[in-house]
């Protein structure tokens, strides 16, 4: 659970939620060494006719792209509609934990430790893909702990049954269409066929869940067998895949995505959030200090983020940070990334404590909250109950405008204020 332009590419989990196969709300488990797939049960006959008809009239769309006859009826002799894929999709549990929860389960002391391992066993292949992307490894590997827990989470769905149920579904039909068409254009170039093109329900594909549209944009023959294999044991295509793809979003090497900082009293959160930047020198001037002591190094343009409101953490972010969100934009799952990477390496976890005796919103408050904003005229752009940067972004023009600390948190206090 990628999953959400030139890269118009997130990881999947971003489009549908945090995880769609193996972040911390981690789905189907693959072993090692032997292929699961999930049986597609059978839809009533109306439903099926109708998806075949779909089906059908999508095929000039695939010869326009230049899906060859062939391609066409290889890979699309066994689709069938997959209800499991529209039931999965109408009850996503969306993501409801607390940041500090969140985390816990993100960087865990297993996986950590699991993360160390891959680092030793995979220590050659790691240096080899840091020197040609510029990605550090502990970057690497901790992606691939969070999108497949290291591999042992690939998903065991037919990708294009789902994507076509989907993209026939019309609830999202566009997007869907979209990858349905990259998947047969994969299919096209050889890289894999039908059967072993396997992921999560949503179309995450791999040991760091590219979706078809990012696999085509981004993912690299590493091993030089003349196919882009993300899907097989050997991690090494889809290892070297997600730095290529970090690598292209901006990544600059040896530089932190972000560092844990202690605010001086007195702040001025309205300067909080991405919007406002200032090199660590003039953060400094400002009284913002590292969180271990002293100051912060000048690793370019930062801005101050709040992830659990005044009450917790506070995070020098750095461009590093928008390359992860590239891969999947929700700031849960980038922090999630960045401290693994951190912990693997061997730092220490955050130094000052979460909020955790605060009483999270509940979906439905969430939902509320943003049609309240949204009333008053800061507008959430929707009140799905995801609390995104255009919710963060409502809340904090609410709060500069009626006089509140602006430090952009859905809290039980702030709804309490706009009820």
Same mark, same amino acid.
């Given at each position: 659970?990628? $999953?959400? &332009?030139?890269?118009?590419?997130?990881?999947?989990?971003?489009?549908?939620?945090?995880?769609?196969?193996?972040?911390?709300?981690?789905?189907?488990?693959?072993?090692?060494?032997?292929?699961?797939?999930?049986?597609?049960?059978?839809?009533?006959?109306?439903?099926?006719?109708?998806?075949?008809?779909?089906?059908?009239?999508?095929?000039?769309?695939?010869?326009?792209?230049?899906?060859?006859?062939?391609?066409?009826?290889?890979?699309?002799?066994?689709?069938?509609?997959?209800?499991?894929?529209?039931?999965?999709?109408?009850?996503?549990?969306?993501?409801?934990?607390? $940041?500090?929860?969140?985390?816990?389960?993100?960087?865990?002391?297993?996986?950590?430790?699991?993360? #160390?391992?891959?680092?030793?066993?995979?220590?050659?292949?790691?240096?080899?893909?840091?020197?040609?992307?510029?990605?550090?490894?502990?970057?690497?590997?901790?992606?691939?702990?969070?999108?497949?827990?290291?591999?042992?989470?690939?998903?065991?769905?037919?990708?294009?049954?789902?994507?076509?149920?989907?993209?026939?579904?019309?609830?999202?039909?566009?997007?869907?269409?979209?990858?349905?068409?990259?998947?047969?254009?994969?299919?096209?170039?050889?890289?894999?066929?039908?059967?072993?093109?396997?992921?999560?329900?949503?179309?995450?594909?791999?040991?760091?869940?590219?979706?078809?549209?990012?696999?085509?944009?981004?993912?690299?023959?590493?091993?030089?067998?003349?196919?882009?294999?993300?899907?097989?044991?050997?991690?090494?295509?889809? %290892?070297?895949?997600?730095?290529?793809?970090?690598?292209?979003?901006?990544?600059?090497?040896?530089?932190?995505?972000?560092?844990?900082?202690?605010?001086?009293?007195?702040?001025?959160?309205?300067?909080? @959030? &991405?919007?406002?930047?200032?090199?660590?020198?003039?953060?400094?001037?400002?009284?913002? #200090?590292?969180?271990?002591?002293?100051?912060?190094?000048?690793?370019?343009?930062?801005?101050?983020? %709040?992830?659990?409101?005044?009450?917790?953490?506070?995070?020098?972010?750095? @461009?590093?940070?928008?390359?992860?969100?590239?891969?999947?934009?929700?700031?849960?799952?980038? $922090?999630?990334?960045?401290?693994?990477?951190?912990?693997? &390496?061997?730092?220490?976890?955050?130094?000052?404590?979460?909020?955790?005796?605060?009483?999270?919103?509940?979906?439905?408050?969430?939902?509320?909250?943003?049609?309240?904003?949204?009333?008053?005229?800061?507008?959430?752009?929707?009140?799905?109950?995801?609390?995104?940067?255009?919710?963060?972004?409502?809340?904090?023009?609410?709060?500069?405008?009626?006089?509140?600390?602006?430090?952009?948190?859905?809290?039980? &206090?702030?709804?309490?204020?706009?009820?």
């Amino acid at each position: 659970m990628t $999953i959400l &332009k030139p890269i118009l590419t997130l990881s999947l989990a971003a489009f549908v939620g945090l995880s769609a196969c193996g972040g911390p709300g981690a789905g189907a488990k693959t072993s090692p060494g032997a292929q699961m797939i999930d049986e597609i049960p059978p839809a009533d006959p109306a439903t099926e006719a109708a998806f075949q008809s779909w089906l059908a009239a999508f095929k000039p769309r695939a010869m326009a792209a230049g899906i060859t006859e062939a391609t066409w009826a290889r890979a699309t002799a066994e689709i069938r509609y997959n209800p499991k894929v529209i039931e999965r999709d109408r009850n996503q549990a969306e993501f409801t934990k607390a $940041i500090w929860d969140y985390l816990d389960s993100a960087a865990s002391d297993t996986r950590i430790e699991t993360g #160390r391992e891959m680092l030793r066993s995979h220590a050659a292949l790691l240096r080899e893909i840091e020197a040609r992307y510029g990605v550090e490894k502990e970057v690497v590997v901790a992606v691939w702990g969070m999108e497949s827990n290291f591999g042992n989470r690939r998903g065991s769905t037919l990708i294009l049954p789902a994507l076509a149920t989907l993209a026939y579904d019309g609830r999202r039909g566009a997007f869907f269409a979209s990858q349905f068409l990259a998947a047969l254009q994969i299919i096209q170039a050889g890289d894999t066929d039908a059967r072993h093109m396997t992921g999560s329900w949503a179309g995450a594909m791999g040991h760091t869940q590219f979706i078809p549209t990012s696999y085509l944009a981004f993912a690299v023959d590493f091993t030089g067998d003349g196919k882009r294999d993300i899907w097989s044991d050997n991690p090494a295509d889809a %290892l070297a895949s997600t730095a290529a793809y970090l690598a292209r979003s901006g990544w600059a090497k040896g530089q932190p995505w972000g560092v844990e900082v202690t605010l001086p009293a007195g702040f001025n959160y309205a300067l909080s @959030g &991405k919007g406002t930047k200032k090199s660590p020198a003039e953060w400094a001037a400002l009284g913002v #200090r590292a969180a271990g002591g002293g100051t912060v190094g000048n690793y370019g343009p930062a801005s101050i983020l %709040l992830p659990a409101g005044a009450q917790g953490p506070a995070l020098m972010i750095f @461009g590093n940070f928008r390359a992860i969100s590239r891969y999947n934009n929700a700031d849960a799952y980038v $922090i999630g990334v960045g401290h693994l990477s951190d912990r693997i &390496k061997g730092q220490g976890p955050f130094l000052h404590p979460w909020p955790r005796d605060a009483n999270a919103l509940t979906l439905v408050e969430r939902q509320e909250l943003q049609r309240r904003l949204t009333a008053l005229g800061y507008d959430t752009q929707g009140d799905d109950g995801i609390i995104g940067p255009n919710t963060t972004n409502a809340i904090l023009a609410w709060q500069r405008a009626n006089g509140r600390e602006a430090d952009g948190y859905p809290s039980r &206090k702030l709804l309490e204020a706009l009820r």
